[in-house]
């Protein structure tokens, strides 16, 4: 069965909105959970690193104000796009990993986001 | 820091015929390396995995690779493509990131084909 579990898998909104994506581990309690993004046709490219109780660390060129991470139990993490615009379509995926040398990373479905 | 190199945008083959995804890699230790596969509009599914133990790796759905360390090389194979085996797949090494946290680095993906 699915290990992680991923909403909305599609969201369609107008500009400016926020669009809030949600992360649930389900098969176990992930301290760490990954959010990546991914263009038409390219690679997953990690955004940030959020840790169970404290704050994201995210990767360089990454906006902390526009996409912010919570991460407030060790079964979720949600991530939320403000004020969001066009260029802010794509498809955003979540991981979790039970921790340790070599384990895998479990990855949701996706989500889908186009800002209209 | 770790690097992941596939060597082929994209292959197609013809059905009952062998697959050959290649990778190669870049590491200044003994790297964990996978290799995930992605159906269109879905998350990563992990194929398989390799962490120090046997050189040779089997998967799931067929899927095989062989770490050979000699030539940087995490080679991903199938002796027979099914139809459903069309999708994208990412080679994948594992990096130290915030507070032991195993970070992924993705290649940028072959996709399969296959041909009835």
């Known amino acids: 069965g699915a290990v992680v579990s991923q909403h909305p898998s599609w969201v369609i909104c107008k500009s400016g909105t926020s669009v809030k994506i949600e992360c649930r581990s389900l098969?176990?309690?992930?301290?760490?959970m990954f959010w990546y993004r991914q263009f038409p046709k390219q690679s997953l490219m990690l955004m940030a690193t959020s840790n169970e109780g404290s704050k994201a660390t995210y990767e360089q060129g990454v906006e902390k104000d526009k996409f912010l991470i919570n991460h407030a139990s060790l079964t979720l993490s949600t991530l939320t796009v403000t004020s969001a615009h066009p260029e802010d379509s794509s498809f955003y995926i979540c991981?979790?990993?039970?921790?340790?040398?070599?384990?895998?990373?479990?990855f949701g479905d996706g989500t889908r986001l186009s800002i209209l | 820091a770790q690097s992941v190199t596939q060597l082929d945008s994209h292959v197609s083959v013809s059905e009952g015929t062998p697959v050959l995804l290649r990778c190669n890699y870049s590491s200044s230790y003994s790297p964990s390396l996978f290799w995930y596969v992605q159906h269109p509009n879905k998350g990563l599914q992990l194929l398989l995995k390799y962490t120090s133990a046997a050189t040779l790796v089997k998967g799931i759905n067929g899927f095989e690779a062989e770490f050979k360390k000699s030539e940087t090389s995490f080679h991903l194979t199938k002796p027979s493509a099914h139809m459903s085996d069309a999708a994208e797949y990412f080679c994948?090494?594992?990096?130290?990131?915030?507070?032991?946290?195993?970070?992924?680095?993705f290649g940028q993906g072959t996709r399969l084909t296959i041909n009835p």
């Open positions: 098969d176990f309690q992930a301290t760490t």
């Open positions: 991981s979790v990993t039970a921790g340790g040398s070599g384990k895998p990373q479990h």
């Open positions: 994948v090494v594992s990096d130290k990131g915030v507070q032991g946290a195993q970070k992924l680095v």
